[in-house]
C-alpha cells in the first residue's frame, strides 16, 4: 500500500464532517440515566431538566442532523449549555446523594443512583471536552492546522511522529489525524477511573480544572459505592 494511500485512509480531516450520532447518542444515554435517578437525589421534577437537554439536542440536530459541516456561534453556545447543563444537574444530584448518605439514609436505589451519576459524568464531561478543544468538531476538521486554536489537549497521536514507522504514519503530523468525540469520551472515562491524566496530557489551565472537577466528583461517587459496600459487611 503506497504512502498516499495510507495517508487518505487515516486523515479523518478529509471526511465531511465528524459523524453526529457518537455524541447524540450519548446525550439521550445522559437524559433516559438522569431521568431515571431517584427522586431524593433531584431538584426539581425529574422530567423539566431532560426536556430542556432534549430541545437543545433537537435544535442541534436540526442545525447538523447527520455530520458536523456548520457551525453558528448559537449552535456552538448552545452545544457547550447541553454539555454544562448535563455536568451541573448531575454534580447537584452527587451533592444530594451525599448529604443522604451523610445523614444515614442506606438501600438499594442510591447504590444505583450512583453508578448513574458516575456515568453521566463520564457522557458530560466527555461531551464539553469534544466542544472545547481545538475550536469545537467543525473547526478542528476545516481549519488548516496553523488557523486552529491551542490545543487543549495533548493526545499521544499528537507526539508520536518520530516512533517506529507502523506506529507513526498514524500520528497527526503524518497523517491528519484529529480526535473525534470518541476520544474525548475515552479521555474523560480514564480521568473518572483513574482520576488523573492517563495517556491524554491536560495543556491549558481551563482544561486542568475541568479534569480536577470531574475527577474529584468521580471519587466522591467512588466513595459512596465503597461506603455501601463496607456498611453490607456482617
Given at each position: 500500500m503506497s504512502s498516499k494511500s495510507v495517508h487518505e485512509r487515516s486523515d479523518r480531516r478529509a471526511a465531511a464532517g465528524e459523524n453526529r450520532l457518537p455524541p447524540a447518542c450519548a446525550v439521550v444515554v445522559a437524559v433516559v440515566v438522569y431521568a431515571l435517578l431517584p427522586s431524593a437525589v433531584l431538584i426539581t421534577n425529574r422530567l423539566i431538566v431532560p426536556g430542556v437537554e432534549v430541545l437543545l439536542l433537537i435544535a442541534l440536530l436540526v442545525t447538523n442532523p447527520?455530520?458536523?459541516?456548520?457551525?453558528?456561534?448559537?449552535?456552538?453556545?448552545?452545544?457547550?449549555?447541553?454539555?454544562?447543563?448535563?455536568?451541573?444537574?448531575?454534580?447537584?444530584?452527587?451533592?444530594?446523594?451525599?448529604?443522604?448518605?451523610?445523614?444515614?439514609?442506606?438501600?438499594?436505589?442510591?447504590?444505583?443512583?450512583?453508578?448513574?451519576?458516575?456515568?453521566?459524568?463520564?457522557?458530560?464531561f466527555g461531551l464539553l471536552y469534544w466542544e472545547l478543544d481545538r475550536g469545537?468538531?467543525?473547526?478542528?476538521?476545516?481549519?488548516?492546522?496553523?488557523?486552529?486554536?491551542?490545543?487543549?489537549?495533548?493526545?499521544?497521536?499528537?507526539?508520536?511522529?518520530?516512533?517506529?514507522?507502523?506506529?507513526?504514519?498514524?500520528?497527526?503530523?503524518?497523517?491528519?489525524?484529529?480526535?473525534?468525540?470518541?476520544?474525548?469520551?475515552?479521555?474523560?472515562?480514564?480521568?473518572?477511573?483513574?482520576?488523573?491524566?492517563?495517556?491524554?496530557?491536560?495543556?491549558?489551565?481551563?482544561?486542568?480544572?475541568?479534569?480536577?472537577?470531574q475527577a474529584t466528583a468521580a471519587l466522591l461517587t467512588t466513595l459512596v459505592v465503597v461506603a455501601f459496600a463496607v456498611g453490607s459487611l456482617p
Open positions: 447527520k455530520r458536523m459541516t456548520r457551525q453558528t456561534r448559537w449552535s456552538r453556545s448552545a452545544s457547550i449549555a447541553l454539555a454544562m447543563l448535563l455536568i451541573l444537574t448531575n454534580l447537584v444530584a452527587l451533592g444530594l446523594l451525599v448529604s443522604q448518605i451523610t445523614n444515614g439514609e442506606s438501600g438499594g436505589d442510591l447504590l444505583v443512583a450512583a453508578m448513574q451519576i458516575w456515568l453521566t459524568n463520564v457522557i458530560g469545537g468538531p467543525v473547526v478542528r476538521r476545516e481549519a488548516a492546522r496553523p488557523d486552529l486554536p491551542d490545543a487543549d489537549w495533548r493526545f499521544s497521536q499528537d507526539e508520536n511522529d518520530d516512533a517506529v514507522i507502523e506506529v507513526s504514519r498514524g500520528s497527526s503530523m503524518k497523517s491528519g489525524w484529529i480526535p473525534i468525540f470518541v476520544d474525548y469520551l475515552y479521555l474523560s472515562l480514564t480521568n473518572s477511573s483513574a482520576f488523573s491524566p492517563t495517556d491524554t496530557m491536560p495543556l491549558t489551565s481551563r482544561a486542568k480544572m475541568l479534569m480536577g472537577v
